[in-house]
């Protein structure tokens, strides 16, 4: 099988990428450099044997997106070429709709054009909104999003949605990551977040390298263990495997709308990623405990049975894991 995978030099694009070129899998990978590096191909070379066929090419450029359908038989797309940054997407929405939304649908009516009709799009937790419950299953239906970046993934669903109903030889899943973190064992691939990173995780690795001075915590006094925001941490490399059964998943079953919670099913605070990581790898990580960021929860966390009972898939790295691989990955970089 032959996949086009949008994004695929990106942090989840990446490790998903090494886990499908490992289950056999033919990776074509479209990517703009937006946020990741054109050497990340030499390093799914290095992890697998293989080197993907990369373009470096824009969704919005639609012209050359044909072109690559043109000239290559795709069977299936992976799709997580998408602008991620909540703040930022507050301060330049139309930049997101525009980015967003205008390349997915270029990229579907390509798809329908050249009869490729199976897709998996990389969807995200933010759009259940606040359900008022923590722990989210998949019943709950979509919610009120927030800002700009999760209006598009939560549009992104209803326009797949729609084209299902239009047409119901398409085969769509939907996969809710919650909140990757981790990098490849061999600390070859990872996140390279540019400038001052937005999460948590991003921002711990800048304070143990002693490029940041202190993590600052948003809040101390929300509802949960230890005051701090409790979150569901899944490693990227389960993350990856998720795509490779949700795929199998899609050439098996045939068409029809798939959607699946991708979550560890735990909630850890801030404060217990932070003593994590202090743990495993040793080092001390400043922080001090700021205001409450705007927009944020107290709590919430996956409900993924419904992946392992339909995918038989279940995230397996621990916290520890994730915090040792992170760690690993950032080392190398200097
Ligand atoms: N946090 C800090 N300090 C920081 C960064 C984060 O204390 O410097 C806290 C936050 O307040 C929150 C937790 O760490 O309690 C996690 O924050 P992240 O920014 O890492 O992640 P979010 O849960 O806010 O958002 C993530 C993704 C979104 C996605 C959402 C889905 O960034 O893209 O999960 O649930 F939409």
Redesign the pocket.
Known sequence: MRVLVTGGLGFIGSHTVVELIQNGYDVIIIDNLYNSELDVKDKIKDITGIEPKVYIKDLLDKKEIENIFKENKIDEVIHFAGY?A?GESCKEPLKYYNNNLVGTINLLDIMKKYNVKKIIFSS???VYGNPGVPKYSESLGRGKTTNP??NT?SMIEQILEDLYKSDNIWSIGLLR???PIGAHESGLIGEKPVGI?????P?ILKVASGELEY?????NDYNTHDG????DYIHVVDLGKGHVKALEKLEKSGPGLYIYNFGSEKGYS?LDLVKTFEKVNNININYKIVER?PG?LDE?YADSSKAEKELGWKAEKTLEDMCRDSWNFMKKQK
């Open positions: 991620k909540v995200s937790a933010t970046y999760g993934k990551y919650f909140n990173p937005n999460n948590l995780m921002y993590l600052r915590v948003f809040g701090t925001g409790v979150r801030v960021r944020d919430y």
